[in-house]
């Protein structure tokens, strides 16, 4: 049985939509509980008013009360009510994290990126500043091969001389070169400090034929130029009072100090076939020879056997060594050089008083400390301290008990700025001229049967007279 109920309402036109509207959500959301609602039925009349009516299922005791029907129309509009507020908090909580979280995470993002570009910006900058360094070095190293590919140009070709009679002795070829790319310089530069001096010499009552302080340097005299890389440094000499044979005062010996394993040692005949580059002989030396501080004396060559403190002396005559030591606290291999490197811990000499030895040790904290050796054991005679450190120096020889220093290895015109007397036990600061006309001198010992210094000056090898004050 069905039951209808008729409301007959005046409304106006906005009125009218909104009830559609309210039908319409209460019809969508009741049709799915119950299929016996109210639907409603809409009719006009001649006076322009709209009639509409309903018409509901209910059991037999139900009625169409007014006040079911708004209680129902009560519950529906406070679940839409409910229902509009949950759907705004669930949008406005959904929009208000999404977008608090890509505001966090763009900024998380900016901030990773431009972390990231400063990184490589100062790692570019350190490259930038490191590739600076390497082409000057580079260039650098281009202007002296150039430099030296200039100058060997320009070097003359050695003539032969024709031979003539029986005395006539055949010329070897020239001189055996190491492998330059298994060479390794042992050069360790270090700053160059340059002593104040004045000219302490007293005027008057002085010769050039005594064995008095040293008074004046000459001019460098070149007398050979090295062919390779080789021969950037090393030790030239001759011996001032040699046996009766089989080498002579007129013998020129030279090693090239630069390789990995010095064991060759060049005779010459003379100045002369020196100059040409025609050895009469190579000795092969039974031990490795360090730096540039060896010297010939007395028919044997006094070196420092590499990486160690020991000294060997080695007979020409003989081939073979004749006597070592250990040279007792010297430093060696770098500990105490000269200031142009070369591990030059270890500088042997020859004067008219005998052997000597230059050096320091770590109770001398790197002063130079002077040994007078026994020329065949090598004992030790007697020591001297002195109070100039060898690594502030270039150089140092001896001269009639003397020590000198000079200043700079590089400098063009430097000077022997100290002389230590070992007869006093006195030093003191001079002033000698002396050149460095090719600007790396590396090796500086005296002849005193020639009265001149020899010296190997940036791939030269020159000598220079000295001039000595009355004894």
């Not at 909580?93 to 993002?109: P, Q």
């Not at 065949?376 to 120096?393: A, G, M, P, S």
Request: hydrophobic share 35%.
């Amino acid at each position: 049985k069905r039951n209808s109920c008729v409301w007959v309402a005046n409304l106006t036109p906005a009125a009218e939509m909104w009830i559609q509207a309210l039908i319409l959500c209460v019809s969508c959301w009741s049709l799915s509980e119950a299929q016996q609602r109210s639907s409603p039925h809409r009719s006009g009349d001649p006076a322009g008013q709209c009639q509409y009516t309903f018409s509901v299922s209910s059991p037999v005791e139900a009625s169409c009360s007014a006040g079911s029907a708004k209680a129902e129309l009560d519950g529906v509009v406070s679940r839409l009510a409910l229902l509009e507020a949950l759907v705004s908090r669930l949008i406005a909580g959904v929009d208000g994290s999404a977008g608090a979280g890509v505001e966090a995470t763009g900024e998380e993002v900016l901030q990773e990126a431009y972390t990231q570009v400063t990184l490589e910006r100062d790692q570019l900058e350190q490259e930038k500043e490191s590739l600076s360094k390497q082409v000057l070095e580079l260039q650098r190293r281009l202007d002296e091969q150039v430099r030296e590919a200039e100058s060997l140009k320009q070097k003359p070709c050695p003539q032969t001389h024709a031979s003539g009679g029986s005395q006539h002795r055949e010329r070897p070829a020239r001189d055996p070169e190491y492998d330059s790319g298994n060479g390794t310089y042992q050069e360790m530069k270090a700053e160059l400090t340059e002593v104040p001096a004045s000219q302490l010499i007293p005027d008057g009552n002085w010769t050039s034929t005594g064995c008095g302080e040293l008074l004046s340097v000459g001019d460098p005299v070149m007398h050979r130029k090295a062919d390779s890389i080789t021969g950037k440094y090393g030790v030239w000499l001759k011996d001032p009072e040699p046996p009766a044979s089989p080498y002579t005062n007129q013998t020129v010996w030279r090693i090239d100090a630069v390789g990995k394993e010095v064991l060759q040692l060049f005779a010459y005949e003379d100045i002369d076939q020196f100059s040409q580059g025609f050895p009469m002989k190579v000795l092969v030396l039974p031990e490795p020879l360090e730096s540039t501080g060896a010297t010939v004396y007395r028919g044997s060559l006094y070196y420092q056997r590499k990486r160690s403190r020991t000294l060997i002396r080695y007979d020409l005559a003989s081939e073979s060594v004749a006597a070592r030591l250990d040279l007792p606290h010297a430093g060696f291999h770098g500990q105490h050089p000269y200031s142009w490197g070369g591990y030059t811990d270890i500088d042997l000499a020859v004067d008219e008083q005998g052997l000597w030895v230059i050096y320091s040790t770590g109770k001398a904290r790197g002063a130079i400390v002077i040994s007078q050796l026994d020329p065949d054991n090598l004992e030790v005679k007697k020591t001297w301290d002195t109070k100039i450190r060898k690594n502030t120096v270039a150089n140092a020889f001896m001269i009639c008990g003397r020590l000198y220093t000079v200043a700079s290895y590089t400098a063009p015109n430097t000077t022997i700025n100290y002389m230590f007397d070992t007869a006093t036990r006195v030093g003191r600061a001079i002033s000698v001229t002396f050149k460095n006309k090719y600007r790396y001198n590396s090796m500086v010992d005296y002849n005193h049967a020639e009265r001149k210094l020899y010296a190997w000056d940036n791939f030269h090898m020159v000598t220079y007279d000295v001039k000595l004050g009355r004894a």
